[in-house]
């Protein structure tokens, strides 16, 4: 258990590398990509099956996330307008705490086994820094990934967490104080937590991408946006064709 966390780290640092080179090789028909996407894309390159190499890319891109992106700013491709969606919620904030509380637990625990089962407390002690690099990877992917606005469709992220790509065509979209179906209702993806403040429904369905290649169908998304306003305009000054609906009218027909 020792020598597992820094094989792992080594092992996925290696990816992103690969990745990295991989980009520089294609050159700017990838640069709008962000860092999950370009390892995924240089994994399917060689040769590894797609559902795979989404894994890989996931569990490389939480190492990035966590321990080299810290001067890193949010990835905005040019053409896009980036919305975050971890501020006014306080989304961010809970999950630092939560990675706050693991590292006091590992402390905790470390203290308290260590004297007696030394072994023991070496596998926990692995287990539970994996778990806050894991959590601290997955915060930072919420605070790098915004959602981006784009004249042709909408690129929604929740971190590394879920993804779906949202043609303008398809959409239309509901502000303000919205009437969002209950979380886990079918066919329905809210993204971040707290209340939607857009609500979007879908004239054909898509696919959410959630983590490790894992697919769920959707026809309506819920937004928990920091700057609500601010997407409204640039919507409806980059999509005017897209109807909207008022908030309060219910679902759109």
């Given at each position: 258990m020792g020598l597992l966390l820094p094989l792992e780290m080594t092992a996925l640092a290696a990816l992103v590398f690969i990745a990295l080179r991989h980009r520089r090789k294609q050159g700017a028909a990838h640069a709008g990509l962000d860092v999950p996407e370009r390892i995924r894309d240089a994994?399917?390159?060689?040769?590894?099956?797609?559902?795979?190499a989404e894994a890989l890319a996931t569990e490389a891109a939480i190492f990035y996330y966590a321990?080299?992106?810290?001067?890193?700013?949010?990835?905005?491709?040019?053409?896009?307008?980036?919305?975050?969606?971890?501020?006014?919620?306080?989304?961010?904030?809970?999950?630092?705490?939560?990675?706050?509380?693991?590292?006091v637990e590992l402390t905790a625990v470390d203290l308290v086994v260590r004297t007696s089962h030394a072994t023991v407390a070496n596998v926990l002690l692995g287990v539970d820094a994996l778990a806050a690099i894991w959590m601290l990877g997955f915060v930072r992917s919420v605070q790098l990934r915004p959602i981006l606005l784009r004249d042709?469709?909408?690129?929604?992220?929740?971190?590394?967490?879920?993804?779906?790509?949202?043609p303008r065509a398809t959409a239309t979209i509901q502000f303000g104080r919205v009437r969002a179906p209950a979380k886990g209702t079918p066919g329905y993806f809210r993204v971040a937590m707290?209340?939607?403040?857009?609500?979007?429904?879908?004239?054909?369905?898509?696919?959410?991408?959630?983590?490790?290649?894992a697919g769920r169908v959707v026809d309506r998304i819920g937004?928990?946006?920091?700057?609500?306003?601010g997407?409204?305009?640039?919507?409806?000054?980059l999509v005017p064709e897209s109807p909207t609906t008022p908030a309060g009218l219910g679902r759109p027909t």
């Open positions: 994994l399917t390159g060689a040769g590894i099956p797609a559902r795979l321990l080299a992106s810290w001067r890193r700013r949010p990835l905005t491709p040019p053409g896009s307008r980036a919305f975050a969606y971890h501020r006014r919620n306080a989304y961010a904030a809970i999950l630092y705490a939560v990675v706050g509380i693991a590292l042709d469709a909408l690129l929604i992220r929740n971190g590394l967490g879920a993804s779906v790509d949202v707290g209340q939607p403040n857009a609500l979007i429904t879908l004239r054909e369905p898509a696919v959410v991408r959630r983590m490790y290649g937004l928990v946006l920091d700057d609500p306003r997407f409204e305009t640039a919507w409806n000054s």
